[in-house]
């Protein structure tokens, strides 16, 4: 499919246990973020990424590791997921040279 | 701290009014301005970018920055209960390590009542 995909859209799991959240596009942006989406909060970057083995922190990024091994994917894993975790999870790309960012359809997780 | 600060509603609107949703930023150096939509459950959808001072009109939308006095508005023409939604302000400014790095409000709920 065309566009940026997440998967999966609906995950629970415990706490404790690591969990994967997976971004993939087919632009081939070079930019790609994640955000994590709370009542009260707002979006709030996570970590994001201006190119492929290149990545950065965002305002949020304790509990989280991310990779980018190929341009279009990028993974993000909660190492040891905790319930403050239990949030909607998008994951965005852009162009260089845009400022104009695209989200995907999101992953809500729920820790338990 | 860069913030962008939007009032959280919900601002609720007859049906073929004009829709007024405000945001001021704090950070003077800001260059791009967005405004997102985002219906409930879904995703952010970016549906004006503006980028010098003055009104930019797209269909039924207008946005306005005055970046003097740090505010970006978003007008919605004639109101149409679909335009019911979050509304999400964003404001990138200098490149942080060479990467644009957007702040967003935490959105303003609109309610456009038949």
């Known amino acids: 499919d065309a566009g940026i995909t997440q998967s999966p859209r609906y995950k629970i799991t415990e706490t404790g246990r690591q969990v994967t959240l997976m971004c993939h596009q087919t632009?081939?942006?070079?930019?790609m973020f994640w955000y994590r989406q709370d009542l009260g909060h707002g979006l709030r970057l996570i970590y994001y990424s201006a190119a492929a083995d290149i990545t950065d922190k965002g305002e949020v990024p304790d509990g989280y590791v991310v990779s980018r091994s190929k341009t279009e994917n990028f993974p993000l894993t909660l190492e040891s997921a905790t319930r403050s975790q239990t949030s909607v999870y998008f994951c965005?790309?852009?162009?260089?040279?845009?400022?104009?960012?695209?989200f995907g359809p999101g992953t809500r997780l729920t820790v338990l | 701290q860069k913030e962008v600060e939007q009032n959280s509603g919900p601002l609720s609107v007859p049906e073929g009014a004009i829709a007024s949703l405000n945001c001021t930023y704090s950070?003077?150096?800001?260059?791009?301005f967005f405004w997102y939509r985002q219906y409930s459950g879904k995703s952010p959808e970016l549906i004006m970018s503006?980028?010098?001072?003055g009104d930019k009109e797209d269909g039924r939308f207008t946005a306005q920055l005055n970046k003097a006095s740090q505010y970006v508005s978003l007008l919605i023409r004639d109101s149409q209960p679909s335009d019911s939604a979050t509304y999400l302000c964003?404001?990138?400014?200098?490149?942080?390590?060479?990467?644009?790095?957007?702040?967003f409000g935490r959105g303003t709920s609109l309610i456009v009542h038949p």
């Open positions: 965005a790309s852009r162009a260089g040279g845009s400022n104009e960012q695209f």
């Open positions: 503006i980028y010098s001072n």
């Open positions: 950070d003077r150096g800001s260059q791009s």
């Open positions: 964003a404001v990138t400014g200098l490149p942080s390590g060479g990467s644009y790095i957007p702040t």
């Open positions: 632009w081939s942006h070079s930019y």
